[in-house]
């Protein structure tokens, strides 16, 4: 079931529905922009992934993810709106409860591959953001 849903995810974001911009090149802008901003946030989640599969403690890996994600120059220059839903996905990507339970779906459909569930995790946090993100600034 979480398989098919972040297969389901993952199909969205490669090809993402028309933002609505009044006009091509502010609809591009705004794609470019949340691409790039959401990209922090798959990094973050698949870097949490990594770390916790190397035996690192989840709170020690929560602490590297989020520290790394607050110093990235696309963070410091974010709105404060962007930022507070990045803080948002990056806390949600590193839920060692919810992380564990990806763990246990992954395991029921065999997937054992380590970065397979780095990718899973990582899109699973990082869609919903960008879906926002496409939404929220389609005037700009």
Known sequence: MFYKKALMLL???????????????????VQDYCGKISSIIVQAAAEY??????????????????QKVKDS??????????????DKAV????????????????????????GMHAWTWAYHNATPFMAWCNYNHISG
């Open 11 to 29: 199909i969205a974001s490669i090809f993402p529905a028309s933002a609505m911009a009044a006009d091509d090149i502010q609809q591009a802008k």
């Open 49 to 66: 992934n990594h770390q916790l599969s190397n035996a690192v403690k989840p709170d020690d890996a929560k602490i590297s993810v989020i």
């Open 91 to 114: 806390n949600n990507s590193t839920n060692n409860v919810e992380y564990e339970k990806m763990m246990e779906e992954q395991d029921k459909i065999h997937e054992r591959y380590v």
């Open 73 to 86: 120059e696309d963070y410091l220059q974010a709105s404060p709106a962007v930022k507070a839903e990045m």
